[in-house]
């Protein structure tokens, strides 16, 4: 997709994906998050709002759809040994790096500086994936597009359960006085996240910062300036979010910081690539248009993810 920099769309895009990093930031989206609370403290309410986001981001682009602003959904792979497998190594590496790739931005907005080692090691584990392990073009179309009937059930349900939830946030939002202070719970987080990301798909098509890293790694020319800038905006906009809310530091990161960051950002690579896709695709896109890949694979990395953090603890 050839995208004009100049383009006032373009400019609301840059917009949506920094808001989407300021809202990661202050949220501290994280897949390894949500799995460490449900095992320290048996809740699950990170994990419900990563859920949500992706019934944000389905709900809006059938909305889109209807009115004629999104031609066809994301296409899917097969489940195989594969999905399974890379869903395991990309949990085991979110568990090394202490963070997921969504977690890693809002860890570097923060000033964990270590964290600018993640994006470099899944460049880096992209880039040393083997040629014969990788997946050819999608295999399996979106569910949602040959079940009307279903998509309609879909959005029905989805729609009171995020209307409840959206008056539920705005009654809370206006109670605290000084928003910059103030940190914002995974529902909050990820409502923004999926708005944000809904009007991206709308506006440029599917998009994530792995993938542009992904393509990034195998010298793949097409999309690849514009995404790139769209990485940068979502850095900006953590960056920002770090900032304003006070968390921002100047420290230098422990040795072992960095190669756990490296060595996480590898690992999540090659995960990823096995899948294929990481964990902010598989949530933004898989997940919200119920591709089976996106839907076991994230079962495999969670699953990971809490046997890492049970076999720690004892």
């Known amino acids: 997709m050839t995208v004009d920099i100049l383009s006032v769309t373009f400019a609301v895009a840059i917009l949506c994906a920094a808001l989407m990093g300021f809202a ?8 390894v998050a949500a799995v460490g609370e449900i095992v320290q403290t048996g809740k699950a309410s990170k ?7 992706a019934l944000w981001v389905s709900s809006g682009v059938i909305l889109a759809q209807g009115l004629g602003r999104v031609t066809h959904l994301p296409l899917g792979y097969d489940v195989t040994i594969h999905t399974l497998v890379g869903g395991a190594i990309l949990g085991l590496g979110a568990f090394v790096n202490r963070a997921c790739v969504f977690g890693a931005i809002a860890k570097l907005g923060s000033g964990n500086w270590a964290y600018v080692l993640t994006p470099v090691g899944y460049f880096m584990g992209a880039a040393s994936f083997p040629q014969d392990l990788r997946m050819g073009p999608p295999t399996r179309g979106a569910i949602l597009d040959h079940h009307p009937q279903l998509t309609r059930w879909i959005m029905l349900v989805a729609g009171l359960y995020l209307a409840g939830r959206l008056v539920t946030h705005v009654i809370k939002s206006v ?63 953590a960056i920002i979010g770090g900032a304003r809310s006070g968390r921002l530091s100047l420290q230098m990161p422990a040795p072992i910081w960095l ?26 896109v898989g997940m919200p248009f119920l591709l089976p890949h996106a839907w076991v694979a994230m079962a495999a990395m969670c699953a990971t993810i809490w046997l890492c953090f049970t076999v720690t603890r004892r």
């Open 47 to 53: 994990l419900i709002a990563l859920v949500e986001a």
């Open 175 to 237: 109670r605290f006085r000084r928003p910059a202070e103030a940190v914002w719970s995974p529902h909050q987080a990820t409502l923004v996240i999926g708005m944000t990301f809904t009007i991206l798909f709308v506006l440029v098509g599917s998009w994530s910062y792995t993938e542009f890293l992904e393509q990034a790694a195998i010298a793949m020319a097409k999309g690849f300036g514009w995404k790139g800038l769209l990485f940068g905006a979502l850095l900006a906009g």
């Open 259 to 284: 190669v756990r960051c490296f060595l996480g950002g590898v690992m999540m690579g090659w995960g990823s690539l096995l899948i294929p896709g990481s964990n902010d695709g598989l949530i933004l």
């Open 24 to 31: 990661i930031q202050r949220g501290a989206t994280c897949a």
